[in-house]
């Protein structure tokens, strides 16, 4: 099975990408509204020039409507499919360049709104380009975990898989679930042939009848093999209420129990930092998908021991760098954690995918991600040190950030420095950075950059809606 190597990935050795892309699932009906949404990095990372298409398909793969898009008004798009409601589907925006763009997956995200719940995701599936086909730079045959389930009377859980441009043979699909009791189900489902592009949604309440008496209320864990025809296996994962009016969304990753990943160094630890966010419950998950070994997370409130194949919830200690060790051989250079965030107690519950760091992840002094329109919803940059591997931020830094919009060709800025942190990492609210952000953004989702030499920095969206829905969401 092909090594995921870490390595590989954070030195961009991905050849010559002259194309990147990415499909997200959409849905436009009375309860929900879907947005793809994009800022020009391409241009302000790299001084790249680029052409976009965007495709909208249903479900079946059939292909609905394409168009070019570009950057107008603003360097921030913001995309809905033109279609008539209810529709549900796919979206593929297409990325092309005549210089190497050295990513082929694109730094994009889609943003869903219920009439009570706000949700992102960034671009998790693709399609790959003709060329990495043939050079077998693909990964088609799906071992997807890290998948959590929240199913209630109320509530079901579901996963959504995008094919890629061949079509793909019926297959059995295994799908199997575990409870927090460590107790697993598996169950096989006949799928018929994958067209073209087709989307496809598994919900496991449709093939495990017991499935919320067996969770008992508490989330569970799933993971599901497959196999796609040219298309990258990552799926969309959430939860949403029956009556249509709650979601949330993150994306699945690898079985690294069965997926091969390279190694850290031996000796090396590994970190995960919490930020302080303190308006925000948040717990700590590890997934039960890790190289098979047996591992400890360290606190200041203690040890807690675990070994792959056990899940892990803890309450994440605010403002705290956990540590990863392994007792049984050096640690993988992924081990799949998350922060699950909570605002109004009837509302889901957030969960934003992350992972831990190792001396092996080099610096990034450029990060930008999303934020909503206030009064659409309240966003909150969230910003965290991790002096472990970085040395730590000095206090005299200068932090400069933009704030980008789909109505006006030039962000407006602002500097802050190094001494601020803890406020950054407590979040601060786009209008307290940009204090004519309203004006600025113009009733749209917009994008914030955030550069610092130090490079030692990671950077979050924390959104919040009037109904109490919370979501986290990492930058670039």
Not at 157 to 180: K, M, W, Y
Not at 389 to 400: E, K, N, S, T, W
Not at 427 to 445: K, Q, S, V, Y
Request: aromatic share 8%; glycine share 10%; with cysteine.
């Amino acid at each position: 099975m092909k090594v995921i190597s870490f390595r590989d990935n954070v030195g961009a050795r991905h050849g010559d990408v002259l194309r990147s892309s990415a499909i997200f699932y959409v849905r436009e009906n009375e309860h929900m509204k879907s947005t793809v949404s994009f800022m020009n990095y391409w241009k302000l990372k790299r001084g790249l020039d680029v052409a976009l298409v965007a495709s909208t398909r249903a479900m079946t793969g059939e292909l609905l409507h394409r168009e070019r898009l570009s950057f107008g008004k603003g360097e921030v798009i913001n995309y809905r499919a033109p279609v008539a409601a209810p529709f549900e589907g796919s979206v593929e925006i297409e990325v092309f360049s005549t210089q190497n763009m050295a990513i082929p997956y694109s730094a994009i995200v889609c943003l869903y709104e219920t009439p009570r719940g706000y949700t992102m995701v960034h671009g998790y599936a693709r399609a790959y380009s003709q060329h990495e086909i043939e050079e077998g730079r693909t990964l088609t045959v799906g071992r997807e975990a890290c998948w959590t389930l929240r199913d209630t009377a109320l509530q079901r859980s579901f996963g959504i898989v995008h094919n890629g441009s061949l079509a793909c043979p019926a297959q059995p699909v295994t799908l199997t679930v575990r409870n927090h009791r460590q107790q697993a189900q598996t169950v096989t489902l006949d799928w018929p042939a994958l067209r073209p592009y087709e989307t496809r949604v598994v919900r496991p309440q449709d093939h495990l009848s017991n499935l919320v008496a067996w969770l008992g209320g508490q989330p569970g864990q799933a993971k599901i093999d497959f196999e796609l025809g040219a298309g990258f296996t990552r799926m969309l994962v959430g939860t949403e209420r029956l009556d249509g009016s709650d979601m949330q969304v993150t994306h699945s990753n690898f079985d690294y129990g069965r997926q091969p990943t390279d190694m850290a160094e031996p000796g090396q630890r590994a970190y995960m930092h919490v930020p302080l966010c303190p308006d925000v419950p948040m717990q700590l998950l590890v997934y039960p998908d890790a190289h098979a070994g047996d591992y400890c997370v360290k606190t200041s409130q203690g040890a807690l021991a675990f070994s792959s194949g056990q899940t892990l919830w803890a309450d994440a200690p605010k403002g705290e760098s956990i540590v990863f060790e392994r007792s049984d051989g050096p640690l993988p250079t992924r081990i799949v954690t998350a922060l699950q965030v909570r605002g109004d107690a009837e509302r889901i519950p957030g969960e934003c995918s992350l992972g831990v760091l190792t001396a092996l992840q080099p610096t990034k002094r450029l990060w930008w991600g999303s934020v909503a329109s206030p009064g659409v919803a309240a966003s909150k940059l969230v910003l965290h040190d991790l002096p472990e591997i970085y040395g730590g931020l000095p206090v005299d830094a200068d932090l400069f950030f933009s704030l980008h919009s789909a109505h006006h060709p030039e962000p407006i800025k602002a500097t802050l420095k190094g001494d601020q942190l803890e406020a950054l990492s407590q979040g601060m609210a786009t209008e307290a950075i940009w204090p004519e952000a309203h004006a600025h953004l113009g009733g749209e989702a917009g994008y914030y950059t955030m550069f610092c030499a130090y490079g030692g920095l990671t950077a979050y969206t924390l959104t919040r809606n009037a109904h109490g829905s919370v979501c986290l969401e990492h930058g670039f």
